[in-house]
């Protein structure tokens, strides 16, 4: 009995992702080749402003902000995971058999994950991520 | 799947250690911050207990597990001591001090022990993988935490440079074996290496194999410091506080080594197929690969660690030269499996022993130190070395007894590491890459004996702005501890020689009656398992 394979070294099975990446490439060049030769071009105080969202840009873009909002988008990311897995998880496991090895292994390999999760939100909650002053 | 945790004990043990520290480094109390330490070394202890007991697997390295993460826990916990007051110690001293109050945003302690053991999880999860996922997951955590502790291990500009350019040459490194490994599941349709050694074996090596194998071994050269990726070594290690820069040369060159072992082993299979030369265990681009690798390694390492006068880039240079001298024997190959026969053990064996050596010259750096501009600095010039026999004996002889066990003197450790790496390749035919070791070990005896001669033989110079020994007595124990480590298991290698022997066996060797192909198909799962 031998190992099935699944590719070899004929490089037919790569035909769609050469052609992908030919069609990328020709979509961005003929647009940068087409706005060079038949785009209009006009220029203004306006149109050379800085985008900023619709708004009239204020200061300069080298301000400092506070920390806080980088450990803030850490813990979200956090919790963000966590309710990634334990959606699905919680949708499929009630389909698995009760006592099975299989419903064991799944619950075991969940409170894991939670034990990961209760340990980096002890360590931002020591680190002080939730006291606003 | 969770016939897998059965050999994960270790890493569980060790995981479960750093959740602690994590936390345990925040607290308020002094006495619970110091527990920091402590608890890693337990918790590194545990886990070498446990790796000792870990069964055989029914990957391509079966016995690789108890001998590798038993290793590393013992290196572990001399590096461990070593890192004592990196990054703590300035903070507790303002503190006891009264000049600040303990600030749990500001301080750096939790993260440094909890990445060092993240770290080291990584590093034994290396020894476990059994295929390409798992083997890349295992080599990012390794090395992630290390660009981190290189940035925060110390407070001058150097050291943030150092984690920038370490950080971002890492990724380039991960980019380049993580591409490899792509190619390879590309040409094979498998990840894990028994499989993909089955399918090799079934219908030999094509060139999309071929060429992710090779772009596998040379992003892996990036974490052993090997030649074409070995230019950040200089820099991040002189930049990293000496005790990280100590564990810089063991960690990642250890998990590249067992990754380079692992892929090695699953690319033997295709050996017949093209043409492996003269009866050659690897494939012959391979093979001419690894060779180059090697013969430039430990060239370009030992020629440029001439010219330095810092001790901290000398060193780096003798670690990219070292990393040479083990890709002999990973060129060598298993042989017969006996251990004076089999390049494997050689390298496995090896990498304790540099591990050990190692501590001991990065510990008499880290010992060292004198009043600078901001706070204290490292003393790293080799001049600062001098006469350090006559006035700290216990610091100077350890520098000797080290350089001279790095440079492989016979009664030393140094040279019952080399020794295998020589005879094993004999064994395989491999003259002249045995000629250039050679010619390479004499080179290294000409900067190495720098090292033992500014301690030894000359006078410590009168007009040196004057030094202090560091407060830090776990790093001064560190330090006398690998140097009679050196010594230690020179007279008692037997052992460990036995355990390398054995971790270093394939499949194929631990086979009663050596199989071919047809053998290898038949071993190799053909169901994916459930993941």
New interface residues.
């Given amino acids: 009995?031998?190992?099935?394979?699944?590719?070899?070294?004929d490089l037919t099975n790569?035909l769609a992702v050469g052609l992908v990446i030919v069609m990328a490439t020709g979509f961005a060049v003929a647009n940068l080749v087409l706005t060079r030769l038949i785009g209009p071009r006009r220029t203004g105080d306006v149109k050379s402003m800085t985008y900023e969202s619709g708004m009239n840009p204020v200061g300069t873009a080298r301000k400092r902000f506070n920390v806080r909002f980088y450990e803030i988008a850490m813990v979200f990311l956090l919790f963000d995971v966590e309710i990634i897995f334990l959606y699905p998880w919680a949708m499929t496991f009630p389909n698995l058999s009760v006592g099975s090895?299989q419903a064991t292994?799944w619950l075991?390999r969940i409170f894991f994950f939670l034990?990961?999760t209760i340990?980096a939100y002890?360590?931002g909650f020591?680190?002080?991520v939730f006291t606003f002053n | 799947m969770i016939e897998r945790v059965a050999f994960l004990w270790p890493e569980i043990a060790l995981f479960v250690a750093t959740c602690v520290v994590m936390v345990l480094g925040l607290s308020r109390s002094l006495a619970l911050r110091r527990l920091c330490g402590p608890v890693c070394g337990i918790g590194l202890v545990i886990a070498g207990l446990l790796a000792l007991r870990t069964p055989a697997s029914p990957g391509i390295l079966p016995q690789l597990m108890p001998y590798a993460k038993a290793m590393i826990a013992g290196v572990g916990v001399l590096l461990l001591l070593m890192l004592g007051g990196t990054v703590d110690r300035e903070e507790e001293e303002q503190i006891a001090a009264g000049q600040r109050t303990f600030d749990a945003a500001r301080t750096n302690r939790a993260e440094f022990y909890a990445f060092f053991m993240f770290s080291f999880t990584g590093l034994m999860l290396c020894a476990s993988a059994d295929g390409l996922i798992w083997l890349f997951l295992a080599l990012e955590l390794t090395s992630l935490p290390t660009y981190v502790m290189v940035t925060i291990s110390s407070r001058s500009a150097r050291a943030q440079e150092a984690g920038v350019k370490y950080f971002f040459l890492g990724a380039l490194g991960a980019a380049i074996f993580l591409y490899g490994f792509t190619l390879i599941y590309g040409g094979t349709g498998m990840t894990r290496f028994t499989d993909i050694s089955a399918v090799l074996a079934a219908d030999g090596m094509n060139s999309i194999t071929l060429a992710g194998v090779m772009l596998a071994l040379i992003g892996i050269c990036f974490k052993i410091a090997a030649v074409p990726m070995h230019f950040y070594t200089a820099d991040v290690y002189q930049g990293a506080a000496a005790p990280v820069s100590a564990m810089l040369a063991f960690v990642p060159k250890t998990a590249g080594f067992l990754a380079i072992i692992l892929l090695t082993t699953m690319v033997s299979a295709a050996a017949g197929e093209t043409g492996g030369g003269d009866g050659g265990w690897l494939p012959e681009p391979v093979r001419v690969l690894l060779w180059v690798i090697a013969a430039m390694t430990m060239t370009v390492g030992n020629v440029l660690a001439i010219l330095q006068r810092s001790v901290k880039r000398l060193l780096a240079y003798s670690s990219i030269a070292h990393s040479g001298y083990m890709l002999v024997g990973i060129v060598a190959g298993p042989g017969d499996g006996t251990f004076t026969h089999n390049g494997l053990a050689a390298v496995l064996f090896y990498l304790l022993c540099y591990g050990v050596m190692n501590v001991g010259v990065f510990g008499v750096v880290a010992c060292l130190e004198r009043r600078g501009k901001d706070g204290w600095e490292e003393v790293e010039n080799l001049d600062d070395l001098r006469g350090l026999c006559k006035t700290r004996p216990l610091l100077g002889w350890s520098m000797v007894i080290c350089a001279l066990s790095l440079l492989g003197m016979p009664p030393l450790l140094g040279f019952w590491s080399k020794l295998p790496l020589f005879t094993s390749a004999i064994s395989a035919g491999e003259l002249a890459l045995v000629i250039v070791l050679a010619v390479n070990a004499a080179i290294a005896a000409y900067y190495y004996l720098g090292l033992v001669r500014a301690p030894l033989l000359t006078d410590p110079d009168p007009d040196a702005a004057p030094m202090t020994d560091t407060p830090v007595v776990w790093r001064r124990l560190a330090t006398v501890l690998s140097a009679s480590g050196v010594i230690a298991l020179a007279i008692a290698a037997d052992p460990f020689m036995r355990a390398s022997e054995t971790a270093g066996r394939t499949r194929d060797l631990m086979k009663p009656d050596r199989g071919g192909a047809d053998e290898h198909a038949e071993a190799a799962p053909v169901v994916p398992e459930d993941r």
């Fill in positions: 009995m031998s190992a099935p394979t699944l590719a070899s070294t790569y090895e292994v075991g034990f990961t340990v002890l360590y020591r680190k002080g």
